[in-house]
């Protein structure tokens, strides 16, 4: 009934979780922080740079179940500091195209290995 996903071309699962999992249709991707998937190390403290492995983190998840981010139907975003949103709107808007999909942008008080930045992502698998 569900499909596990799982690439080399994303940071490995560090805990008792898949990287994602595929049911009826529906892509549930778990959450992506900026790890270099070739070095396994989280990258410098810069939110920009941050933001834009954890895009290519969720590219890949996504390319690995036959999909992409151009189906993304919810996307969560987890902030350290809100004050970085508008870096997210900017970088969003070189990963997606309109319509965009529905988000969700918290902040929140920490996040694994100190991430700056965290996303999950619902997506759309095509047939």
């Known amino acids: 009934m569900k499909k596990i996903i799982n690439t080399d071309k994303a940071p490995a699962a560090i805990g008792t979780y898949s990287q994602a999992v595929v049911h009826h249709g529906v892509l549930y991707a778990s959450g992506q922080i900026p ?11 810069d939110i920009e740079k941050q933001i834009h492995q954890v895009f290519k983190n969720l590219h890949a998840v996504a390319e690995a179940a036959g999909t992409g981010l151009q189906n993304v139907l919810k996307l969560n975003v987890f902030l350290q500091d809100l004050s970085n949103f508008n870096h997210i709107n900017t970088i969003m ?34 047939d």
């Open 35 to 45: 790890i270099d998937p070739a070095s396994g190390e989280m990258l410098e403290n």
């Open 93 to 126: 808007a070189e990963y997606f195209s309109e319509p965009y999909p529905a988000r969700a942008a918290i902040e929140v008080a920490g996040l694994p290995k100190d991430a700056m930045v965290e996303m999950d992502a619902i997506i759309a698998v095509e």
